[in-house]
């Protein structure tokens, strides 16, 4: 469902001031609705997979070093949604690459805009069944180990610092839809 603005915010300026490989950042000048003017500055990224997948009673995981925020971290796979795929065809490649497993079945749990407050970026919850192990393709950046939770452990080992908000919220939306 898509809202109409309660107030007009026309866009003034739009200006990219970098761009990385990984994303561009810049800012608009809007006029707010009491007629001043202000700069929003955002992030802008590609779309993303994250996949909830499971052996049946337990929760695939990767752990892996981060260093934006220069901590280990466990988490769910996930991975950039390439040009011409869907949420369901990167969450399927990125769990095979990652983790070595191959899904007999992929389905979208949810997609939504995350941080909307500074990113323009997308993300799709995907659900992964029927694994078969199969051989990994990491990528050059990617030094990860695969483990697996028990499913009724898994909120909760999510839930421990450095928590991933991505890991949280798979998690939560494959709960509220009976998938775990």
Sequence with gaps: MTREPAHEWPIVESEREYETGWYTGGYD????????EKDYYWAELPDAAVVVATTGDELVM?????????EQCLE?????????????????????EETGF??????LIEEFSCST?????????????GLEPVD?????????????V?????????????ANDATIE???????????
């Design 76 to 96: 769910l796979p996930a991975g950039i949604v390439e040009d011409d795929e869907s949420y369901t065809t990167a969450g399927a490649r990125e769990l095979r």
């Design 62 to 70: 990767v752990d892996q070093y981060r260093p934006t925020i220069r």
């Design 117 to 129: 407050g500074v990113l323009r970026h997308r993300r799709g919850i995907v659900f992964a069944e």
């Design 170 to 180: 798979g998690i939560l939306l494959a709960q509220a839809d009976g998938l775990l």
């Design 102 to 107: 191959e899904a007999a079945g992929v389905s």
């Design 136 to 148: 990994r393709d990491l990528d050059d950046n990617e030094f990860l180990s695969v483990t697996t």
């Design 29 to 36: 000048r809007v006029r707010q609705p009491d007629g001043s």
């Design 150 to 162: 028990p499913i009724d452990e898994a909120l909760q080992v999510a839930r421990r610092e450095p």
